[in-house]
């Protein structure tokens, strides 16, 4: 995925494509914590990334897009905190302008910075994953949730869901683990809270909400002169 948008920026940032704004810095005073696992054939865990979404607790409602979509209505941030040094990706969604800036090795000495525009899916685009209900619950991270399940193609997992929590999905582990070639919404209503994903040849993922709502102010700057910029806009999911 990484290669594919690389090859859409201009890697200078003395040019700015048009329409492509952002501002010199965002803040941030809440976060909400994941982690993915990835196993093995035999439940052999291979490897684990933390993800954290930045937000501000003031702008965590919803907006509707004319395609049907419900999307977050302010500023986040979506932190992968890689296992390799160097290989974190951190994505800012800028919601007033529609343009995402990504910082690729955030925790490199150097890191790499480009900006986007984004446009939201309609119609054929938006992929609804149909979930199953069962009457299994369980806690997670001190909230009720309900067991629903899923099958697409070769594909089959579950999803854990709440409706203890009022925020959008994208501040949590159903944006930050999402396929987009799969999908982007749901068929039901809740916040995501873990999911498992596995396929035909064993291989598991499973993705889990570790904390919600952490108090922490954090303010990111941006340095305009190294922006790299895209012409095109792309799905708001490729992010």
């Not at 919601?95 to 690729?104: E, L, P």
């Not at 399940?149 to 579950?158: C, L, P």
């Not at 929590?165 to 987009?180: C, E, H, W």
Request: glycine share 10%; with cysteine; charged share 20%.
């Amino acid at each position: 995925m990484i290669t594919i948008l690389l090859a859409g920026w201009q890697l200078s940032g003395q040019i700015t494509a048009p329409g492509v704004k952002w501002s010199d810095s965002y803040t941030f005073d809440r976060y909400n914590e994941m982690k993915v696992d990835f196993f093995a054939k035999g439940d052999v865990l291979m490897r684990t990334f933390v993800y954290k979404t930045w937000y501000n607790v003031a702008d965590a409602g919803v907006t509707t897009t004319p395609g049907g979509l419900q999307v977050p209505r302010g500023n986040f941030c979506v932190l992968m905190d890689a296992p390799q040094k160097g290989s974190d990706i951190e994505t800012i969604f800028d919601m007033t302008t529609g343009v995402a800036v990504q910082i690729f090795g955030a925790d490199a000495a150097e890191p790499m910075y480009n900006a986007g525009g984004f446009r939201f899916p309609e119609g054929d685009d938006i992929k609804k994953l149909e979930l199953v209900p069962t009457h299994e619950t369980r806690t997670i991270a001190g909230l009720l949730c309900k067991k629903y399940t899923y099958v697409f193609k070769k594909i089959f997992g579950s999803a854990w869901i709440t409706g203890e929590v009022t925020l959008p999905n994208d501040y949590g582990i159903f944006r930050a683990a999402k396929m987009a070639a799969l999908h982007n919404t749901l068929s039901g209503e809740g916040f995501v809270m873990e999911m498992t994903s596995e396929d035909a040849k064993g291989g598991k993922t499973v993705m889990t909400t570790v904390s919600l709502g952490k108090s922490e102010k954090r303010t990111i700057n941006l340095p305009r002169a190294k922006m790299g910029t895209a012409m095109n806009k792309v799905n708001y999911f490729t992010f």
